[in-house]
């Protein structure tokens, strides 16, 4: 049965969407069975593992208002063990389509429910918003991953987006945990990258992961080829920091044996 996580924060901007790309992929290469669900309407994630945005026939939102099956709708991608539901700027219509459904915010928990089980890991690119496909994502998962940017703006909005996570807890999805709160856009040069890790991890604790994503340039150019990072670049930094993400991910769900010495982040 597959593991649903969720890449949720309603500020734009943070590394969602590249966090979602990146770890499915560094998944699908250490040979876990991936499924990357992009759910918001800007389709960075349908373009970021190479897809043409006007060769889409079908996606995400044809699941959500159509009543079509995920397997009518998945793509394989070029990574081996990676596939795509992609999504498209109709998704933008679904909100106000859907808002007299019965049960609106089980839709998408309902599309995916009869393929959990083909995959090991579904991860879903949230919108950066917290409207009702958020929602929808929040109650299909299992966990929610929260990229965090390493600047103080970013902090501003993790209280409203874990308000939210602690209403669907309690009123759509008992069993939905935070998987872990990332930092991204790292740079180590810079004082406040420093103080905003450190204050992230005071008051947050365990649920930080110890993986942090460092500024790369790798990373940013990757989407302009419809590429992973790991595809693009693997002896890059971003690719060893998604890489161990994954691990870190796997460790965290009992999926594999790895060593202390192997979740020391590589720089």
């Not at 939102?61 to 009543?67: F, L, S």
């Not at 703006?153 to 990332?182: D, M």
């Not at 890489?243 to 965290?252: D, I, R």
Request: proline share 3%.
């Amino acid at each position: 049965m597959g593991r649903i996580i969720g890449v949720a924060n309603q500020k734009g901007g943070v590394g969602k969407t590249t966090t979602a790309i990146n770890l499915a992929a560094s998944l699908a290469v250490l040979e876990f069975k991936t499924l990357l669900v992009d759910a918001d309407p800007q389709a960075n994630s349908t373009t970021g593992v190479g897809f043409d945005l006007h060769n889409i026939t079908q996606s995400l939102y044809d699941c959500m208002v159509n009543e079509a099956a995920a397997k009518e709708v998945l793509l394989k991608t070029e990574i081996p063990n990676l596939d795509l539901i992609p999504s498209h700027i109709d998704l933008v219509g679904a909100e106000i389509e859907m808002i007299n459904y019965p049960n609106r915010e089980l839709v998408l928990k309902n599309i995916l429910d009869p393929i959990k089980e083909d995959y090991d890991f579904i991860i879903v690119d949230c919108s950066p918003s917290l409207g009702l496909i958020t929602v929808n994502a929040l109650t299909a998962s299992d966990a929610v991953i929260i990229p965090v940017q390493c600047e103080f703006f970013a902090l501003e909005g993790l209280g409203k987006l874990l308000n939210t996570i602690k209403i669907v807890q309690t009123r759509l999805n008992t069993a939905l945990e935070i998987e872990g709160i990332l930092m991204t856009m790292y740079d180590g040069r810079l004082r406040l990258c420093n103080q905003v890790v450190s204050e992230v991890r005071k008051h947050f604790e365990t649920i930080v992961f110890n993986t942090i994503i460092h500024r790369n340039s790798k990373i940013s150019e990757a989407p302009s080829v419809g590429k992973p990072v790991v595809l693009y670049d693997a002896n890059s930094k971003g690719s060893m920091n998604y890489l161990n993400l994954a691990k870190e991910v796997l460790q965290k769900n009992n999926m594999t044996k790895i060593s202390q010495e192997e979740r020391i982040l590589q720089v």
